[in-house]
């Protein structure tokens, strides 16, 4: 069984950096595509970005320029940075496997951003 | 970007009833769409994916129709399992890719 668990700081100052880490278990990390997704309480899906199956990343374009999804293949890990935060970056943060479709999900992680 | 828009935004039904979610895409994408449900707290779970096709673990009750750009949702005999939020995703384009804005099924 698949399993994917977020992990990092639950609130980040304004003009910071977010940092999250995914954990993988259960599977053959390197021969999938890995997602980060978001939702803004109370609201919708966003995708954010993935990392593929030979470390290419591809981001949303509303985002792109402050976000950088890698991996780390040998911990199977993979790790999301949002830069220069701001309160509409405040949302809870999934992470996902990515078969263009997903098919699993981490619990999510509430980022706050707050000074 | 191609735009999901989802309809109703809301939806009132009781157990036993059949309810239909609508979602249209902005230019034609195939059958390139999935469907979710959300629960309060928890993680969107996959429905249906490539338009019809049922995931593993998921009831026949719920179907999936539609291509080009229009396509529904039908949940048939509701369940109190049932009542939750549920989203389209396209996956035609992934530049990027994008979820309807939800549609909930509450209790009437």
């Known amino acids: 069984q698949v399993q994917l668990r977020e992990s990092g700081p639950g609130l980040v100052k304004p003009s910071e950096t977010l940092s999250l880490n995914c954990t993988v278990s259960?599977?053959?990390?390197?021969?999938?595509?890995w997602s980060w997704i978001r939702q803004p309480p109370g609201k919708g899906l966003e995708w954010i970005g993935f990392?593929?199956?030979?470390?290419?990343?591809q981001y949303h374009s509303s985002l792109k320029g402050r976000v950088t999804i890698s991996r780390d293949t040998a911990k199977s890990q993979f790790y999301l940075t949002v830069n220069s935060v701001t309160a509409a970056d405040t949302a809870v943060y999934y992470c996902?496997?990515?078969?263009?479709?997903?098919?699993?999900w981490g619990q999510g992680i509430l980022v706050t951003v707050s000074s | 970007d191609i735009q999901m828009t989802q309809s109703p935004s809301t939806l009132s039904a009781s157990v036993g009833d059949s309810v239909t979610i609508t979602c249209r895409a902005s230019?034609?994408?195939?059958?390139?769409v999935a469907w979710y449900q959300q629960k309060p707290g928890k993680a969107p779970k996959l429905l249906i994916y490539?338009?019809?096709r049922l995931e593993s673990g998921v009831p026949p009750r719920f179907t999936g129709s539609g291509s080009g750009t229009d396509f529904t949702l039908t949940i048939k005999n509701l369940q109190p399992d049932d009542f939750a939020t549920y989203y389209c995703?396209?996956?035609?384009?992934?530049?990027?890719?994008?979820f309807g804005g939800g549609t909930t099924v509450d209790i009437k």
């Open positions: 996902a496997r990515d078969r263009s479709t997903f098919d699993y």
């Open positions: 259960g599977d053959s990390f390197s021969r999938y595509t």
């Open positions: 990392v593929s199956d030979v470390g290419k990343a």
């Open positions: 230019q034609s994408i195939n059958s390139w």
């Open positions: 490539t338009a019809t």
């Open positions: 995703q396209q996956y035609a384009s992934f530049s990027p890719l994008t």
